[in-house]
């Protein structure tokens, strides 16, 4: 969809609620958007006619919020080109998918929790299954080079895990406060 | 935290009375038609007094006792205040007793509810002078806020005010200058540094103008409580509900007999049901809420019609003709040393006589032949031109005494 891809910071700042209160998207029929899963949702109900309200041969409401509140360009740009709630809902929807897989921080906490899981069920020490987990690779105590650069392949394999455990985006916020940030947290962040 | 801001426009124009080319030298009573028909400004005054301006100002003066946290704006036209004080001087003293109580506000306008802003920016500064004036001798008041003919604005009329010494002018929440923009914000006028743009809610404020007796509408009836929930639903979202409105919305556009009174007595309690809910006048608002972003209005708006722009008033070749021969006429009579003839110049610059001429039927003709006393836009633009012959002959024949 985009021409460059967002950074994690910018996604996750298209992906908030706007910053101030008066910047919400007051559209003509009442509802108030906050944000783009808002605005997702209201496109899915908008009738045509409540559309053409903000959707006009002379405006898009929607395009001019995107870039004005957000500064999202590229999602502005492509609903410049739409003309119909469906066709708006669709992109919209697009761009968070695309947003939210671009924001998500490589969180070890799936990775965690399959380890746990694996060494409850095979009654061995988290630290055996933690390299098995990470790296298929036979067991052996890792070095310190590659403890702080893990191979390509060990990293394609968290990656391969996480989207197994992790179909939801999850965020590091959703981690228990106060909890001990993990080696392999540390490491595989961005 | 809403604030409600109830803002209502009073305002009668003196309408010309039927005026044939034959009475043209011979009639200078342009305004003084004494027959049954709907151009007797007397007749009309009284009318509308007796529906609209007694019973509601009695119901305001009522709530404001009731509820000390009850608060309302009012801008009254130098031709409604004419003729309140030639024609029914009971209904003056029912607004002086409304502003006796301190929590009702006096908004400054032009004098005679003119389009001065748009044609004549001289002539606009002294209107709104000689009204800011009048509001002192007749009210003991200074109004701060402006609000212009039929709420119309842009960014060049923002500066006109600002310039003024204003610090907060009304405009319409119209949507192609709002956009995804809420009007529930003070905004800054694009450019300017001091005064605040207070943007009318249009679609609360047409429910009770427009739709209150709408047997169509799917909310009918509208009631206190329901109203008062629909402002209820702004809490977390804004800070204003801008309610404005033509006062004679009250009793003469929305009859005695369709619940309009009692709507209007039950809605202050059930919009203070709600902790967080209060009242504002036009300053308090703007004292209260700073601007929270520029708005830029580069095309002129109004709250006149759907397309919520001048074409009420500018919108065909007999509204253009007429306007250019009146403000034409601007140079001659103002230095033609006749102040009566300078008042009946001022008399015909007022907005309605070119919005009976109006001949946008397909959009909103119901509501402009609601309010056109003539037979037809044509009648109104002869009559208009005829009276303009005449004034003009009485400037010409002074201008040449004087220089003889």
Request: charged content about 25%.
């Given at each position: 969809?985009?021409?460059?891809?967002?950074?994690?910071?910018?996604?996750?700042?298209?992906?908030?609620?706007?910053?101030?209160?008066?910047?919400?998207?007051?559209?003509?029929?009442?509802?108030?958007?906050?944000?783009?899963?808002?605005?997702?949702?209201?496109?899915?109900?908008?009738?045509?006619?409540?559309?053409?309200?903000?959707?006009?041969?002379?405006?898009?409401?929607?395009?001019?919020?995107?870039?004005?509140?957000?500064?999202?360009?590229?999602?502005?740009?492509?609903?410049?080109?739409?003309?119909?709630?469906?066709?708006?809902?669709?992109?919209?929807?697009?761009?968070?998918?695309?947003?939210?897989?671009?924001?998500?921080?490589?969180?070890?906490?799936?990775?965690?929790?399959?380890?746990?899981?694996?060494?409850?069920?095979?009654?061995?020490?988290?630290?055996?299954?933690?390299?098995?987990?990470?790296?298929?690779?036979?067991?052996?105590?890792?070095?310190?080079?590659?403890?702080?650069?893990?191979?390509?392949?060990?990293?394609?394999?968290?990656?391969?895990?996480?989207?197994?455990?992790?179909?939801?985006?999850?965020?590091?916020?959703?981690?228990?406060?106060?909890?001990?940030?993990?080696?392999?947290?540390?490491?595989?962040?961005? | 935290?809403?604030?409600?801001?109830f803002?209502?426009?009073?305002?009668?124009?003196?309408?010309?009375?039927?005026?044939?080319?034959?009475?043209?030298?011979?009639?200078?009573?342009?305004?003084?038609?004494?027959?049954?028909?709907?151009?007797?400004?007397?007749?009309?005054?009284?009318?509308?007094?007796?529906?609209?301006?007694?019973p509601t100002n009695a119901v305001m003066l009522a709530l404001l006792e009731r509820h000390?946290?009850f608060?309302?704006?009012?801008?009254?036209?130098?031709?409604?205040?004419?003729?309140?004080?030639?024609?029914?001087?009971?209904?003056?003293?029912?607004?002086?007793?409304?502003?006796?109580?301190?929590?009702?506000?006096?908004?400054?306008?032009?004098?005679?509810?003119?389009?001065?802003?748009?044609?004549?920016?001289?002539?606009?500064?002294?209107?709104?002078?000689?009204?800011?004036?009048?509001?002192?001798?007749?009210?003991?008041?200074?109004?701060?806020?402006?609000?212009?003919?039929?709420?119309?604005?842009?960014?060049?009329?923002?500066?006109?005010?600002?310039?003024?010494?204003?610090?907060?002018?009304?405009?319409?929440?119209?949507?192609?200058?709002?956009?995804?923009?809420?009007?529930?914000?003070?905004?800054?006028?694009?450019?300017?540094?001091?005064?605040?743009?207070?943007?009318?809610?249009?679609?609360?404020?047409?429910?009770i103008?427009?739709?209150?007796?709408?047997?169509?509408?799917?909310?009918?009836?509208?009631t206190a409580p329901?109203f008062g929930?629909?402002?209820?639903?702004?809490?977390?979202?804004?800070?204003?509900?801008?309610?404005?409105?033509?006062?004679?919305?009250f009793g003469?556009?929305q009859?005695r007999?369709t619940g309009i009174f009692d709507f209007l007595s039950h809605l202050p309690e059930e919009i203070l049901?709600?902790?967080?809910?209060?009242?504002?006048?036009?300053?308090?608002?703007?004292?209260?809420?700073?601007?929270?972003?520029?708005?830029?209005?580069?095309?002129?708006?109004?709250?006149?019609?759907?397309?919520?722009?001048?074409?009420?008033?500018?919108?065909?070749?007999?509204?253009?003709?007429?306007?250019?021969?009146?403000?034409?006429?601007?140079?001659?009579?103002?230095?033609?040393?006749?102040?009566?003839?300078?008042?009946?110049?001022?008399?015909?610059?007022?907005?309605?006589?070119?919005?009976?001429?109006?001949?946008?039927?397909?959009?909103?003709?119901?509501?402009?032949?609601?309010?056109?006393?003539?037979?037809?836009?044509?009648?109104?633009?002869?009559?208009?031109?005829?009276?303009?012959?005449?004034?003009?002959?009485?400037?010409?024949?002074?201008?040449?005494?004087?220089?003889?």
């Amino acid at each position: 969809m985009s021409t460059r891809k967002p950074t994690a910071e910018e996604a996750a700042n298209f992906l908030k609620n706007v910053p101030e209160e008066w910047q919400a998207f007051w559209c003509n029929h009442g509802t108030v958007l906050r944000n783009y899963a808002d605005l997702s949702a209201a496109l899915a109900d908008m009738t045509p006619e409540e559309f053409a309200h903000h959707v006009n041969g002379e405006k898009n409401d929607f395009a001019e919020w995107t870039a004005q509140v957000f500064g999202d360009k590229t999602l502005a740009d492509k609903l410049r080109l739409l003309s119909t709630p469906e066709a708006s809902q669709r992109m919209v929807a697009r761009r968070i998918e695309e947003l939210t897989l671009a924001a998500r921080p490589v969180d070890a906490a799936p990775v965690e929790a399959a380890i746990a899981e694996r060494a409850e069920a095979a009654q061995e020490a988290p630290a055996a299954i933690a390299q098995e987990v990470v790296s298929p690779l036979p067991a052996e105590k890792p070095s310190k080079k590659a403890v702080k650069k893990p191979s390509a392949r060990a990293k394609k394999t968290v990656a391969a895990k996480k989207a197994v455990a992790s179909p939801a985006p999850k965020t590091a916020a959703a981690k228990p406060a106060g909890k001990k940030e993990s080696v392999w947290s540390k490491l595989l962040k961005r | 935290m809403p604030s409600v801001c109830f803002y209502f426009q009073v305002h009668q124009p003196f309408r010309v009375k039927p005026y044939s080319i034959f009475e043209i030298g011979e009639d200078r009573e342009y305004f003084a038609d004494r027959s049954h028909l709907n151009l007797n400004n007397r007749k009309i005054m009284r009318k509308v007094a007796d529906k609209c301006y007694l019973p509601t100002n009695a119901v305001m003066l009522a709530l404001l006792e009731r509820h000390p946290e009850f608060r309302i704006s009012y801008s009254i036209s130098g031709t409604a205040l004419d003729q309140f004080e030639e024609f029914v001087p009971e209904v003056l003293e029912s607004f002086r007793r409304l502003v006796g109580t301190g929590r009702v506000e006096l908004l400054a306008e032009t004098s005679h509810h003119s389009l001065a802003a748009v044609f004549s920016p001289e002539e606009f500064r002294t209107q709104v002078s000689n009204h800011v004036a009048r509001l002192g001798r007749l009210f003991g008041v200074r109004p701060t806020v402006f609000r212009n003919t039929e709420l119309i604005y842009d960014d060049r009329i923002a500066g006109l005010v600002e310039d003024m010494g204003f610090s907060g002018i009304l405009a319409e929440g119209a949507d192609h200058i709002l956009g995804w923009r809420s009007p529930a914000f003070a905004y800054r006028p694009r450019g300017r540094k001091r005064i605040s743009l207070l943007l009318k809610n249009y679609r609360l404020s047409d429910d009770i103008a427009f739709r209150f007796s709408n047997r169509d509408w799917s909310e009918w009836p509208l009631t206190a409580p329901k109203f008062g929930r629909w402002v209820d639903a702004v809490n977390g979202n804004g800070n204003l509900v801008n309610l404005f409105m033509d006062y004679e919305t009250f009793g003469e556009h929305q009859w005695r007999d369709t619940g309009i009174f009692d709507f209007l007595s039950h809605l202050p309690e059930e919009i203070l049901k709600h902790p967080d809910n209060d009242f504002v006048t036009v300053s308090e608002a703007i004292r209260r809420y700073e601007p929270v972003a520029e708005l830029e209005v580069p095309q002129t708006i109004s709250w006149a019609d759907i397309e919520r722009d001048l074409s009420a008033w500018r919108s065909n070749p007999l509204q253009e003709a007429s306007l250019k021969a009146l403000y034409a006429l601007e140079r001659d009579v103002k230095s033609s040393g006749d102040d009566r003839a300078l008042e009946d110049w001022r008399k015909l610059t007022t907005s309605d006589h070119f919005y009976y001429m109006c001949t946008k039927w397909f959009s909103d003709g119901d509501v402009h032949k609601y309010f056109n006393p003539y037979d037809s836009p044509y009648d109104a633009f002869v009559t208009y031109m005829n009276v303009i012959h005449d004034l003009t002959l009485r400037i010409k024949s002074r201008t040449n005494y004087v220089h003889a």
